[in-house]
């Protein structure tokens, strides 16, 4: 859970438009390198997310189900590939700064 939430605060940190994706999979790489808890966590944490996610996203950001439908798509792609032990940086985007 720790490496989750530090993903997600440097996510907020950062700001930075078109990074959601590598932060995802930043957080579940790094809580799967602890091990199978860790994996484990990560994906029950990242499951928990994207469903409030599709209550709240039509809400907050006005999208329709459609759009929430293919951003959780992404979003699962991406903590399903930093789990696996891919490089988060593969979703890395140009111009994150490096204390990223």
Same mark, same amino acid.
């Given at each position: 859970?720790? /490496? @989750?939430?530090? =993903?997600?605060? /440097? @996510?907020?940190? =950062?700001?930075?438009?078109?990074?959601?994706?590598?932060?995802?999979?930043?957080g579940n790489y790094d809580a799967a390198q602890r091990g199978p808890g860790g994996a484990w966590a990560a994906k029950v944490i990242s499951d928990a997310r994207e469903n409030i996610q599709g209550i709240t996203d039509p809400v907050f950001k006005g999208m329709t189900r459609d759009q929430v439908r293919e951003d959780t798509k992404?979003?699962?792609?991406?903590?399903?590939?930093?789990?696996?032990?891919?490089?988060?940086?593969?979703?890395?985007?140009?111009?994150?700064?490096?204390?990223?």
């Open positions: 859970a720790k /490496d @989750m939430w530090r =993903a997600y605060r /440097d @996510m907020r940190e =950062a700001d930075y438009i078109g990074a959601d994706k590598y932060f995802h999979a930043r992404a979003d699962q792609f991406a903590n399903e590939w930093g789990r696996s032990g891919k490089d988060p940086n593969h979703f890395r985007p140009p111009g994150l700064p490096d204390k990223y």
